[in-house]
């Protein structure tokens, strides 16, 4: 059901599967593994022990974790996008009559996100939201919000590694079952950023259509060649 590279452990069966068996827990962290958030967390422990608590799971998010794990001879099944899944999980709640409290983003495209989801998801319910500038430090107020809320699931979208810092923090202290972090998710389903067309996606060249819409991204694919060196040099040690 996963396989290993580095020091983690990356869900490989299907994207459904994957729903089902995210059922199974009481509380889950839904960690979007791309070569960022795995390579950050070899450099801070706090980010790693994170990603490998028993109740974190990481799904392959991204063509570098799947080129990854051919390297380290683990193959995963197939990529699985942290959007998809959040839309999946959407389904899910508006189906089963569960609250999600959506946290992150600027206002404009936390609403027009929500504003979205409740279209294409009639019936969903959301409990609360909250745009995601502000100190993950000292928030007891937005921490209030949701505990009174009650959601089922929390979104967080404040990018990496400011989203797995506060789920890592705080998941423990809300009533919340499922908590994930979804990087630029919001920003994607409010219609203001559009993802890559089909073909690209399929190509794994969803990265290269994302620095084409935002030019400073170029500076973070730096991590992906690193990432693959650390798994290769690692296979290498066995
Ligand atoms: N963001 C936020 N708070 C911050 C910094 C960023 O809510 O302090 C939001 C930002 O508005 C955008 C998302 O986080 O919606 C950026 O995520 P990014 O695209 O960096 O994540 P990726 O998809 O690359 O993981």
Not at 60 to 67: R, S
Not at 200 to 223: A, C, D, H, Q, T
Request: net charge positive; proline share 4%; hydrophobic share 40%.
């Amino acid at each position: 059901m996963f396989s290993r590279v580095l020091k983690y452990d990356i869900y490989n069966e299907s994207k459904n599967e994957f729903i089902k068996y995210i059922k199974g827990f009481n509380k889950i962290h839904i960690i979007s593994g791309n070569p960022e958030v795995l390579y950050n967390g070899m450099n801070d422990n706090s980010l790693f022990k994170g990603c490998t608590e028993k109740n974190s799971v990481i799904i392959p998010d991204g063509i570098g974790v799947v080129i990854a794990s051919k390297i380290a001879k683990a193959p995963v099944k197939e990529k699985i996008a942290g959007i998809e899944v959040m839309e999946a999980i959407v389904k899910y709640c508006r189906d089963e009559k569960k609250g999600i409290y959506f946290l992150g983003a600027k206002q404009e495209m936390l609403d027009k996100c929500m504003e979205n989801l409740k279209k294409k998801y009639s019936g969903l319910i959301i409990v609360g939201s909250h745009d995601g500038y502000f100190d993950i430090k000292n928030c007891e107020e937005i921490l209030n919000d949701i505990k009174e809320s009650s959601p089922h699931v929390l979104f967080v979208a404040m990018g990496s590694p400011k989203q797995e810092r506060f789920i890592n923090q705080y998941m423990n202290s809300l009533p919340a079952s499922i908590y994930m972090g979804l990087g630029g998710s919001f920003d994607v389903i409010s219609g203001k950023l559009k993802r890559a067309p089909r073909w690209m996606i399929n190509m794994g060249l969803e990265w290269l259509y994302r620095v084409s819409k935002e030019p400073f991204r170029i500076k973070r694919l730096g991590v992906i060649p690193k990432f693959l060196l650390k798994v290769t040099f690692s296979k290498k040690e066995k």
